[in-house]
Nanobody, 116 residues
Framework: QVPVVESGGGFVQPGGSLILSCVVSGRIFSTSAMAWYRQTPGKQRELVGITNGMTTNYADFVQGRFTISRDNAHDTAYLQMNNLKVEETAVYYC???????????WGLGTQVTVSS
């Protein structure tokens, strides 16, 4: 099992910003597509965005507010979120999908709460 660890969640007011981090162990980061998902209780998990290092694609709801980046030197991916909305309160998950494997490795998630 490849450890994937998210961090950076917390409380933020509507309209605020937050940066989530995702560290991947196991020397697979540089050859992995990195994705962020989120899940709200009672709803299906949804993809926020995914990057393979060359291209990055986002869900329609992002609307230019979020940015996914990666630092291959530190095996870390980031999710910068701006102008957060109350309905975006969720557990945010990071995944690593190596190009040479059919496996997708999940972290345990980090809670983001958007509230006034």
């Amino acid at each position: 099992q490849v450890p994937v660890v998210e961090s950076g969640g917390g409380f933020v007011q509507p309209g605020g910003s937050l940066i989530l981090s995702c560290v991947v162990s196991g020397r697979i980061f540089s050859t992995s597509a990195m994705a962020w998902y989120r899940q709200t209780p009672g709803k299906q998990r949804e993809l926020v965005g995914i990057t393979n290092g060359m291209t990055t694609n986002y869900a329609d709801f992002v609307q230019g507010r979020f940015t996914i980046s990666r630092d291959n030197a530190h095996d870390t991916a980031y999710l910068q979120m701006n102008n957060l909305k109350v309905e975006e309160t969720a557990v945010y998950y990071c995944t690593a999908k190596p190009t040479f494997s059919s496996n997708e490795y999940w972290g345990l998630g980090t809670q983001v709460t958007v509230s006034s």
